[in-house]
Nanobody, 124 residues
Framework: QEQLVESGGGLVQPGGSLRLSCTAS????????IGWFRQAPGKEREGVSY????????WYSDSVKGRFTISRDDAKKTAYLQMDSLKSEDTAVYYC?????????????????WGQGTQVTVSS
């Protein structure tokens, strides 16, 4: 069964940290980007970060650059999103996803597979 399984969301105070995980089952990660989108209440889903299988190249949205770090473990077929210095505006449902490298853009229109989503709430 082809699926992305996420874990690691939760409630954290401003300035705190969380780590999200995304494990691919039945999905080859070769020639794919894997990463996260997020969707806050009343807003469109937006790209957060991805990592490429070909060269470990990474991308971050301006809103998370310098605070979030994406990585992956090929042996475990798992990607990680380390989120530090969290802010209230990071509150959203975070969705793991894959996009073929050939598409070249991290956008919802090109997503092949979605994870189930995990809630991240940043609040005091």
């Amino acid at each position: 069964q082809e699926q992305l399984v996420e874990s690691g969301g939760g409630l954290v105070q401003p300035g705190g940290s969380l780590r999200l995980s995304c494990t691919a089952s039945g999905i080859p990660l070769d020639w794919r980007m894997i990463g996260w989108f997020r969707q806050a209440p009343g807003k469109e889903r937006e790209g957060v970060s991805y990592i490429r299988s070909s060269d470990d190249g990474t991308w971050y949205s301006d809103s998370v650059k310098g605070r979030f770090t994406i990585s992956r473990d090929d042996a475990k077929k798992t990607a990680y999103l380390q989120m530090d210095s969290l802010k209230s505006e990071d509150t959203a449902v975070y969705y793991c996803a894959t996009v073929p490298l050939s598409r070249g853009l991290w956008t919802t229109s090109y997503v092949e597979y979605w994870g189930q989503g995990t809630q991240v709430t940043v609040s005091s």
